[in-house]
């Protein structure tokens, strides 16, 4: 398995970043560590509860919650780009983030590889706190060139209003 990578970036007066899925390096614990070694605040998981499972991170939750993390989950299909969940609850989750970010905190968003689903999460943050979306595209790319994968997942990543 690849090293367990955190792409971090500013925005909205904090630090935003994306990686992937604590234990699909093979070492749940290790993985863990290392996110909260970044100290986030708010944790998003982008990833389903099949893939929670299958990699060992049922417990990701209750971890961060120990540790006094906060912790979301917007489960979105494998490469895609809407959900129910993500339907319901972005809105709160973005109020969110954004309050953490403006308190000068961390926001971690993380999927199965952390490129497209955590991708496309970071970007809408991004552009919700008022990044022109191509730039901030561009900009999240420079710190993980993966970002974004699907046509499907840019254009709900770069909506406004």
């Known amino acids: 398995m690849t090293d367990f990578i955190i792409a971090e970036l500013e925005a909205g007066g904090g630090r935003l970043a994306l990686c992937p899925m604590p234990g699909r390096s093979g070492d749940y614990s290790r993985d863990l560590a290392q996110v909260l070694a ?37 489960p979105v299909a494998d490469f895609g780009a809407d959900s129910p969940a993500l339907r319901e609850g972005w809105a709160g989750a973005s109020t969110v983030a954004r309050e953490r970010l403006a308190a000068g905190r961390g926001v971690l968003a993380h999927c199965l590889g952390g490129c497209g689903r955590s991708g496309m999460a970071v970007l809408r943050l991004m552009v919700d706190v008022g990044e022109e979306p191509a730039s901030a595209l561009a900009r999240l790319r420079v710190v993980r060139p993966c970002a974004v994968e699907t046509a499907a997942q840019e254009v709900w990543a770069t909506r406004t209003g």
């Open 38 to 74: 970044w100290r986030p605040a708010l944790v998003l998981t982008m990833a389903t509860g099949p893939e929670l499972a299958a990699h060992g991170a049922l417990g990701l939750s209750a971890n961060l919650a120990a540790q006094g993390v906060g912790w979301l989950h917007l």
